[in-house]
């Protein structure tokens, strides 16, 4: 079990900036990558950037320049960098760990596919 939770969200003007944060507890071992999605209401659930277990990172094309994800060293805290934020940018942002076992520890304790959430961070961008 791996448990979530997001901090970092706020109210912000436009070309402003935010940094969230998402400390990962619990069992942290087997987590094979971490991403941050966003979501507004009557949308879906849309992914914004993630990073793997090896360190390489992705992120959209409508955030690409501005926001930078990453983490600590010890791999359970995420970061999500928010620079230049646009109010299309508003939503709730939703830090989640994806748990792919391939290592045999991981495997005999995850035998299948799991993803966790936090409960969600609100980043609301005025103009």
């Known amino acids: 079990q791996v448990r979530l939770v997001e901090s970092g969200g706020g109210l912000v003007q436009a070309g402003q900036s935010l940094r969230l944060a998402c400390v990962a507890s619990?069992?942290?071992?087997?987590?094979?990558?971490m991403a941050w999605y966003r979501q507004t209401p009557g949308k879906e659930r849309e992914l914004v950037a993630r990073?793997?277990?090896?360190?390489?990172?992705s992120t959209i094309d409508a955030v690409k320049g501005r926001f930078a994800i990453s983490r600590d060293i010890a791999g359970n805290t995420l970061y999500l960098e928010m620079n230049g934020l646009k109010p299309e940018d508003t939503a709730v942002y939703y830090c989640?760990?994806?748990?792919?076992?391939?290592?045999?520890?991981?495997?005999?304790?995850?035998?299948?596919?799991?993803?966790?959430w936090g409960p969600g961070t609100p980043v609301t961008v005025s103009s």
């Open positions: 989640n760990a994806e748990v792919r076992a391939t290592e045999p520890m991981c495997v005999a304790q995850y035998p299948y596919a799991l993803d966790y």
């Open positions: 990073i793997t277990s090896n360190g390489e990172t």
């Open positions: 619990d069992d942290t071992t087997c987590i094979t990558a």
